[in-house]
């Protein structure tokens, strides 16, 4: 006989008891709520084959209440993923476990994407919808037919992405996007009565979303709430009465249930109330039976999809698209254009004209801005918008929602086959970094175009002029920061971000500056992070560091030394992730070691000069801008900040004076 649902439901309320039990950490209350739904959606609806988590058709779920994360490690064991095993759910939360505290995309083939920063899930979620509707307006319902589907929980409803999110997702008409609200009234403050009342379900409909209610303990209810979803054209908000803890007689309902291990005595009560097997960590046979047999619920439509891919003549370019390789070809006869015809262009604009290379190369892209497209340079010739109407469009308009694009790129980028990247001001990645973190993390291929990237934006002033940002972002791992000096470093730093696994951004000047590099090399010279861009004339004694439009002043102020006999490398540093990554001889070429006296290492970037100690040494001198900014046109900002060759080489002599380095 099958077993009911509740019993399937409960094995998934014993394993998150007993592996936060085993922990002494971990959140049982939220699995336990939201069970009866997670098995109503996996054993009924969510196309899924646990033999080929990679399966490039399957469902995509998200676990946004990424804290529940031992709902999902339950469900992955229970339909038969590899991973993890019952071992890895014993040693949950314990180093070396992919059963991590958090679900980690790159921990478990069969977690989508990094989940725990509330909020997030759900908008990458949005981002995986965008991905699925692009992918399959260019390849057909034949290869690319799935659906996303989420649990949220309180948190992820309340946080302010999720209304970039829902806006989004409303106005795209992304209606293959499908949430199941955890609805049990607790955060982890107590009820949710103490910071809520606004009407979640009418502010979905305000957004054209589509919303519904059940019984979240009765898996009937849940179908056929979900059933009336998949049938609707827009995105769907499924409100689901749940008890968080359930099961749990003396706890449920209650934040306590939230974030604690439930302690024995309770956990024991709780067993007797679900009718569970006294032995912790067991899944009745005929339990498990039933949830294996709903792992394998996909694999005909799986084996099918396999015979339409096979039949469709597009097998090779559709696999390579997902497989996400792409070439630098268009970058040699890009830059053979561009040196036969040089002029003064701002970064951001050489970022356009790059793209223009980039665009017509390589279908995956996706670009976009949070409302700057004409200020960040994103959009090419001929990019047509990607609508509601146009899902086969390349271009988004994001509107004024930095992060909800960044956490949206992320799903894109992690869904597979297109390269999402897009724009705003530097100074907003502040808007967006949660997002950003999240693109590191999860090592999500996404190339950041942050234009207006110092004072050099002039007028806007200290609100909008980015002091910070580049260290900080620089401080971040596993992303790289590009700041390149003019065009030809500009298409290098693209093709570099677009070979990248993870991602990068790009901080590109708003403000002309010259050509720097005017011949043509075999080299990506940019991928060496910093690479000498003027060796010194005469007898070495300075060595600028500097990037981005600074690069025009320390040249400048390279000349003057020059004439003065002090000989002066000039190093241009578009990425100093990359040089910390060359080998030691490479590092010691071009910046030998800080303990050498005679030879002065200095920094010019106009921003803050926190970290620069790192390449200049202790006892030199940084150039930067440790305070914010001025409202006023470039050149005076610049000029005010001492960013010119004559104030930067008056202070280079001056402090070589001061050394005793004549
Ligand atoms: C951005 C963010 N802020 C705070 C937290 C810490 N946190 C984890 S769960 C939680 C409460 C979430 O409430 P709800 O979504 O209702 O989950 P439930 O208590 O119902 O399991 C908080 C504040 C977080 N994970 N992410
Ligand atoms: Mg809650």
């Known amino acids: ?48 084959d646990a033999v080929d988590p990679h399966w490039p058709d399957r469902d995509r779920f998200i676990l946004s209440a990424g804290h529940g994360s031992m709902l999902i490690y339950a469900l992955l064991y229970l339909t038969g993923y590899a991973r993890p095993t019952l071992d890895d759910i014993k040693r949950f939360r314990q180093l070396g476990s992919p059963t991590a505290g958090h679900p980690e995309n790159f921990e478990l083939p069969g977690v989508e994407v990094t989940t725990g920063p509330l909020g997030q899930g759900v908008a990458m979620a949005v981002g995986m919808a965008i991905a699925e509707r692009h992918l399959n307006a260019v390849y057909g319902d034949d290869l690319v ?23 989004l997702a409303g106005h795209l008409k992304l209606g293959r996007l499908i949430v199941l609200w955890d609805d049990n009234n607790i955060t982890i403050d107590g009820s949710t009565d103490l ?38 054209p827009r995105p769907s908000l499924i409100r689901c009465k749940t008890i968080i803890g359930y099961g749990a007689p003396n706890k449920q309902g209650t934040a306590a249930t939230h974030g604690a291990a439930l302690g024995k005595d309770e956990v024991e009560a709780a067993r007797r109330e679900l009718g569970l097997d006294d032995e912790e960590f067991t899944v009745p046979d005929d339990v498990l039976t039933a949830w294996r047999a709903a792992g394998k619920r996909g694999s005909v439509d799986h084996a099918l999809w396999s015979e339409r891919l096979e039949e469709s003549g597009r097998k090779d ?108 001001f530097l100074v907003f990645t502040d808007y967006a970094r949660p997002a950003i973190r999240l693109s590191a993390l999860q090592k999500a291929r996404i190339i950041y175009v942050m234009t207006h990237d110092s004072i050099g934006l002039g007028e806007d002033g200290p609100t909008h002029q980015p002091i910070e940002h580049l260290q900080s972002l620089r401080a971040m791992p596993q992303i790289e920061v590009y700041r390149p000096a003019d065009a030809v470093e500009t298409a290098e730093c693209w093709a570099l971000a677009l070979q990248s696994e993870g991602p990068s951004i790009l901080a590109l000047t708003r403000q002309n500056l010259p050509s720097v590099r005017t011949e043509a090399v075999e080299e990506n010279l940019s991928a060496r992070g910093a690479y000498r861009l003027k060796p010194a004339e005469n007898n070495r004694k300075v060595i600028i560091l500097a990037t981005g439009s600074e690069i025009e002043v320390a040249i400048g102020a390279a000349a003057k030394l020059e004439e003065q006999g002090i000989g002066t490398d000039v190093v241009s540093m578009p990425c100093t992730e ?33 970290g620069w100690e790192r390449y200049t040494g202790l006892h030199s001198l940084r150039i930067g801008i440790d305070r914010f900014g001025v409202s006023a046109p470039a050149k005076d900002a610049f000029d005010y900040f001492g960013f010119t060759p004559e104030k930067v080489a008056l202070r280079i002599t001056d402090f070589l004076k001061k050394r005793g380095i004549q």
């Open 1 to 48: 006989m099958q077993p009911t649902d509740r019993r399937l439901a409960n094995a998934i309320r014993a394993l998150a008891m007993d592996a936060v039990e085993a922990a002494n950490s971990g959140h049982p209350g939220m699995p336990m709520g939201i069970a009866d739904a997670a098995t109503a959606l996996f054993t009924r609806h969510l196309k899924f």
């Open 317 to 424: 370019e559709f696999l390579a698209r997902l497989n996400g390789k792409v070439s630098d070809a268009w970058l040699r006869p890009y830059l053979n254009n561009l040196l036969a015809d040089l002029k003064p262009v701002a970064t951001r604009k050489a970022s356009e004209m790059a793209l223009e290379a980039i665009n017509a190369a390589l279908p995956a892209t996706i670009g976009g801005s949070a409302d700057l497209t004409g200020s960040n340079n994103t959009k090419t010739k001929g990019q047509e918008p990607l609508t509601a109407d146009n899902y086969g469009g390349r271009y988004i308009y994001y509107g004024i929602r930095e992060f909800g694009m960044a956490a949206a790129m992320n799903g894109m980028a992690l869904h597979g086959g297109v390269i999402p990247y897009g724009g705003t």
């Open 578 to 610: 990359r040089f910390d990554a060359q080998p030691a001889e490479y590092r010691e070429d071009i910046l030998p070691d800080v303990s050498n006296r005679e030879i002065l290492r200095v920094s010019i970037e106009a921003g803050a000069t926190y």
């Open 195 to 232: 910071s809520r009342n606004e009407d979640v379900v009418i502010r979905h409909q305000a957004a054209k979303w589509h919303t519904t209610e059940c019984d979240g303990l009765n898996a009937d209810d849940v179908d056929r709430a979900v059933k009336e979803a998949l049938a609707d």
């Open 145 to 167: 037919d799935h659906r996303t589907f989420v649990i949220a929980g309180d948190g992820d409803l309340m946080e302010g992405v999720n209304h970039e999110a829902v806006g």
